[in-house]
């Protein structure tokens, strides 16, 4: 809606005047319906279409995040989490652990410009830990840059298949109807059958160690047979089609990660965003071999950014079930 009132109400302004035609905003910020109120259809018509283009260069700008994501929930493996909350404890310290362990969740998803990644496409298949010197054993000291805020939560834990702007009712439900119509077809690039992931090792998304962004847990398909990253290519190539993913978005190659922590999520506003580091060479020391297990997949969601469901997880719009092992009962 703030695009199309515009700064001080400029663009509503602008809209009005040169088509003759009042906009009513809804009452409800829930509400994404507005009312136009003119003399005639065709100024209607008019008003009609220039907010249609309005709208549609908000979408790509990116001052309008990204609303909705397509992901492989791993959150729901209890013991991933346990290990995850380890990790932290471990870096952080108990006490330190134990502050704000209940803050905001909201951006613990994959931002932006994680998509914009380095690296070959798929899932990664090896893991890369830089050995760099280690000057301090005290991950958590205030001049090693971590924090909690920069952790991802665990409850959140995640794969992110792909990022969606869907601004209003409409939009969601188009969506949720592309995922629900493509369930066979992904099943099928799994080859119907169940499809296991495993977590290794850590690795650092551009940069190192020694001025890390991103610090993320390499995927591997379990079997390697490349039956993921099909059945990703599938649920993209719907969206694309569908006319929900940008034109950006729809050039980038895959590349499954399971981000651990990044510093676009930090609280803090001492740091500048742009140039924020901190120093993990201590955690690739104890953790750059870290065996984090095996794990199935047995969904995909459209997930809702900054909303979250009583699991903890992000809300779940729509989702579609991925082939389970069979489990045989002795008589």
């Not at 870096?91 to 905001?104: H, K, M, P, T, Y």
């Not at 834990?157 to 188009?174: E, G, Q, S, Y």
């Not at 610090?215 to 599938?234: D, F, N, Q, S, T």
């Amino acid at each position: 809606m703030r695009f199309l009132k515009g700064k001080g109400g400029s663009m509503q302004k602008q809209i009005e005047q040169e088509t003759g035609v009042e906009i009513i905003f809804p009452s409800s910020k829930e509400e994404t319906v507005v009312v136009l109120k003119g003399k005639s259809a065709e100024s209607i018509r008019k008003a009609s279409e220039r907010i249609t283009k309005v709208l549609e260069e908000a979408v790509k700008s990116p001052m309008l995040d990204y609303s909705h994501f397509i992901s492989l929930p791993l959150a729901i493996h209890p013991d991933l989490v346990d290990k995850l909350n380890n990790f932290q404890r471990s870096i952080l310290g108990v006490s330190a652990f134990n502050v704000d362990s209940d803050q905001d969740e909201s951006l613990s998803e994959d931002s932006a410009d994680e998509n914009d990644r380095a690296g070959s496409p798929g899932v990664w298949t090896k893991r890369r830990v830089e050995e760099e010197k280690c000057v301090n054993t005290k991950g958590s000291q205030p001049d090693f840059s971590i924090d909690k805020s920069i952790f991802i939560k665990p409850k959140t834990f995640h794969l992110t298949v792909l990022m969606l702007k869907l601004w209003n009712k409409d939009r969601i439900a188009k969506a949720s109807d592309v995922l629900q119509s493509i369930s066979s077809h992904v099943n099928e690039a799994l080859e119907n059958q169940p499809i296991s992931i495993q977590l290794r090792g850590l690795t650092c998304m551009k940069g190192s160690p020694a001025r890390a962004r991103v610090v993320y847990a390499p995927v591997l398909e379990v079997g390697g047979e490349g039956r993921l990253v099909r059945a990703c290519k599938v649920i993209t190539e719907a969206f694309v089609k569908s006319g929900l993913v940008l034109e950006r978005d729809a050039r980038h190659e895959l590349r499954l990660h399971a981000t651990i922590m990044n510093v676009r999520h930090r609280k803090s506003k001492k740091w500048n965003q742009r140039n924020d580091s901190f120093d993990a060479r201590n955690i690739f020391r104890q953790y750059g071999a870290q065996e984090w297990g095996e794990y199935p997949l047995p969904a995909v969601h459209l997930s809702q950014r900054h909303k979250f469901d009583e699991s903890g997880y992000y809300h779940c719009c729509c989702s579609i079930p991925l082939p389970e092992a069979l489990v045989t009962q002795s008589e």
